[in-house]
């Protein structure tokens, strides 16, 4: 297996290669040359364990040894570091439903960025040979926590990570600022998550920059889901929700799902669009956006036009307008040439457009009232939701209502709602005073998570502010 960039430039590179330099040099995204097979059979997958399945999963793609990816897999899904025993537990809340929700916020920070980043450091160990690595990433809430989280003190590895300043949740906000780790720092930057994304990506570009690292031994890489390490292990938790709805006979085998997934920088949906290339029963992936609609106009017209309001709703996470992963599909469909004419076009006049037919897909989106709306709909039926994924419950009830296609839903539920607890108090109208998180378990009679239990007796440890166009300056300094 060897990864190319989207954009064409340079040659041939490993895993390794590509999960260390994270973004390649001509600015495009490492890409699988060609889409691997799986060793084992659907009916062999879906009875395995999450790092078993993880390990089956992820070694087509990657030039580890079974030694060093066993240790990889083995490390970041460890029992002690997941709530739940089956890391990512499905649930069917609602009787006589055919409506799942994937539950991937069981980790040490609440939200499922836990389920790459826990591995992404032990691959990035695995593949690093004597240079140390700068980590520099840009987060729309969730990321950045993982991220620190699973960088913090480890050897030979640095990380910046760079938030909206006032583009995330408060509970967000204090998970980063009060990140512990000799080899950490946290920048709230004076913009919105495509400000600071470009910010990084212009770093990455910066030939002068990367000299002078180089010539301290020092190489930048990054932890958003640019990186391919980033990307890949997301596609284990489709194959896994599929195996969990087979053992408990909702679905039987070779039987059809659809996925809804709320969507800001497509990362998330593109491992699902990896799992049915690989041969995974996905009927359609349901791409669900909030206020901030690019991608669902762009699945309805085929032209992708960043210049437009850009709005920050209570679904933080998704107030994106620059979709990264979106250029690793248009690769997929199209080819180097196009994707490249594309990124150009976006660079130039913030716009491009496509007739590429994309049938796996289907656009949906849920306003602000809609969100709101849905977060109380499913808490009188019993089920307490973040507004990450309502957005996505609500999209899927349009994508039904508008097709007519009753296969069964799975929503992939990205956070706790604990980390938008003052959000999810008002839309169940909830008059509180003081603590979000002790009213919001007052209201569910659901214990309050130990991670944000944690956060009340942490200082805060980072407190700098920085324009856009000083993040480079601050890097240099770093």
Sequence with gaps: MKYISSRGGEGRVTAKEAIVRGLAPD????????????????????????????????????????????????????????ASSLVAPVVTPFEGEKLHFLELFHGPTLAFKDMALSILPHLMKASASEEELLILTATSGDTGKAALEAFKDVEGISIIVFYPENGVSATQKRQMITQEGSNVKV????????????????????????????AKGIMFSSANSINIGRLLPQVVYYFYAYGQLVKDSSIKLGDKLNFVVPTGNFGNILAGYYAKELGLPINKLICASNDNKILYDFFKTGTYDKNREFFCTISPS??????????????????????????????????????????????????????????????QKGYLMDTHTAVAYHAGRKYT???????PQVVISTASPYKFAEDVLAALNVDWQGDTAKALSEKSGLAIPEPIVQLTDKPVLHTEVCAVEKMSDIVSQF
């Design 187 to 214: 920048y709230g930057v004076k913009g919105n998550f495509d400000d600071a994304q470009s910010g990084v990506k212009r770093i990455f570009s910066d030939s002068e920059l990367n000299k002078k690292l180089a």
């Design 401 to 407: 209502e508008e097709t007519r296609d009753n296969t």
């Design 27 to 82: 600015g495009g995204l490492y890409v699988p040359e060609t889409m691997p097979k799986l060793n084992h059979s659907l009916e062999e997958l879906i009875t395995l364990a999450y790092t078993d399945l993880a390990h089956a999963v992820l070694k087509p793609f990657l030039n580890f040894s079974d030694e060093e990816l066993r240790e990889c897999v083995e490390k970041a899904y460890a029992p002690e570091r997941f």
């Design 318 to 379: 998704m107030d994106i307008l620059i979709s990264s992963n979106l250029e690793r599909l248009l690769y997929h469909v199209t080819d180097t040439a196009s994707v490249k004419s594309m990124m150009d076009a976006l660079n130039d006049s913030g716009k491009y457009e496509t007739d590429v037919k994309l049938p796996d897909f289907y656009g949906a989106y849920t306003t602000e009232v809609e969100t709101k709306k849905a977060i109380a709909e499913a808490w």
